[in-house]
């Protein structure tokens, strides 16, 4: 596609619930990302994906969180049992490759409410 | 730890104004820093720099980097309202993942 899609655009669940985030990349990009934006906070990272393996997961906060990717192109976070303080924005965004020089591209997110 | 601060966190200008934004770092491994717009949802890239010294442009905005004293700034010439956004900037230094640490960023509103 022609930029990162990322669905649903809002998400409003009940705690202990589990959900399911999901990101489109960028057609042939090969990095992709994903982050966590709080109210008042900046963009934290959370996981990044190299092709189909994710060779640093060291943002995610906790084991509620996981996530994939199939096929080098389609991705998903997950989240078990959410908490309130798991209510936030999460963005995905993909570059061609990791290396310096290629800017991540960043999709509309998915605004996650708690209750 | 690895930081990115931003200054300052808000500011609000008039029409025709000129601001200068900074963002200044600690990293391990400096290979990149990068400016985004964000609006109302994604972010949208504005620079990228990783040599001191060299002013990258575009249109109204411009951002410079100084390796040696460790920040950037982002200059934007005759403010319009459309430029009324947060700025966010964000450092990538990681060894070898491209993951990038970000600043809190700054809200800039644009008075007509």
């Known amino acids: 596609g022609a930029g990162v899609s990322q669905s649903p655009s809002n998400k409003v669940t009940e705690k202990g619930k589990d959900v399911e985030l999901r990101c489109d990349p960028i057609s042939g990009h090969t990095a992709l990302y994903w982050y966590r934006q709080s109210l008042g906070q900046g963009l934290e990272f959370l996981i990044y994906?190299?092709?189909?393996?994710?060779?640093?997961k060291s943002g995610l906060p906790s084991d509620r969180f996981s996530a994939e990717r199939t096929g080098g192109s389609v991705s998903t976070l997950t989240i078990q049992r959410t908490q309130q303080e798991d209510s936030a924005v999460y963005l995905c965004?993909?570059?061609?490759?990791?290396?310096?020089?290629?800017?991540?591209?960043f999709g509309d997110g998915t605004r996650l409410s708690i209750l | 730890e690895d930081k990115v601060v931003q200054s300052p966190l808000s500011l609000v200008v008039h029409e025709g104004d000129t601001v200068t934004l900074n963002c200044s770092y600690e990293v391990t491994n400096f290979r990149s820093l990068l400016w985004y717009k964000q609006e109302k949802k994604a972010p949208t890239f504005l620079f990228m720099l990783?040599?001191?010294?060299i002013e990258k442009k575009s249109g109204r905005l411009s951002s410079i980097l100084d390796k040696k004293e460790l920040f950037s700034i982002l200059n934007i010439t005759a403010t319009q309202t459309g430029d009324s956004a947060i700025y966010l900037c964000?450092?990538?230094?990681?060894?070898?993942?491209?993951?990038?640490?970000f600043g809190q960023g700054t809200t800039l509103q644009v008075k007509p």
């Open positions: 965004a993909s570059s061609q490759f990791w290396t310096a020089g290629q800017p991540q591209h």
């Open positions: 964000a450092v990538d230094g990681s060894s070898n993942t491209g993951k990038l640490i």
């Open positions: 990783t040599s001191s010294g």
């Open positions: 994906f190299q092709g189909n393996s994710a060779p640093d």
